[in-house]
């Protein structure tokens, strides 16, 4: 069983921080890559930041320079600096992460239940 719990979401104002976390737990082996997603009302799914586990990242262009994701590998979890906050950031951002169960087990990825961020104008 693993289970991905996320954190630090809330309501801010325009302009402020946020920092998000995400820590995976339970039968893990190893974990690839871990990663940042958001879905708006509305919307789609979309991809905010993923990090490997060699700290190669990828980044929506919507984020640069204003997010940064990073990972503490011996804690199984990775973490979304979220600053200069707009309106359009507002959505449900989720947490995934790409791992084994086992040595032998194929990669599966799982994800968090999710963690509500609002910015207000």
């Known amino acids: 069983q693993v289970q991905l719990v996320e954190s630090g979401g809330g309501l801010v104002q325009a302009g402020g921080s946020l920092r998000l976390s995400c820590a995976a737990s339970?039968?893990?082996?190893?974990?690839?890559?871990m990663g940042w997603y958001r879905q708006a009302p509305g919307k789609q799914r979309e991809l905010v930041a993923v990090?490997?586990?060699?700290?190669?990242?990828n980044s929506a262009t919507s984020v640069k320079g204003r997010f940064t994701i990073s990972r503490d590998n011996a804690e199984n979890t990775v973490f979304l600096q979220m600053n200069n906050l707009k309106p359009e950031d507002t959505a449900v951002y989720y947490c995934?992460?790409?791992?084994?169960?086992?040595?032998?087990?194929?990669?599966?990825?799982?994800w968090g239940q999710g963690t509500q961020v609002t910015v207000s104008s």
């Open positions: 990090i490997t586990s060699g700290d190669i990242i």
């Open positions: 339970g039968n893990i082996f190893s974990i690839n890559t």
């Open positions: 995934n992460a790409d791992l084994r169960t086992g040595s032998s087990s194929p990669v599966f990825r799982y």
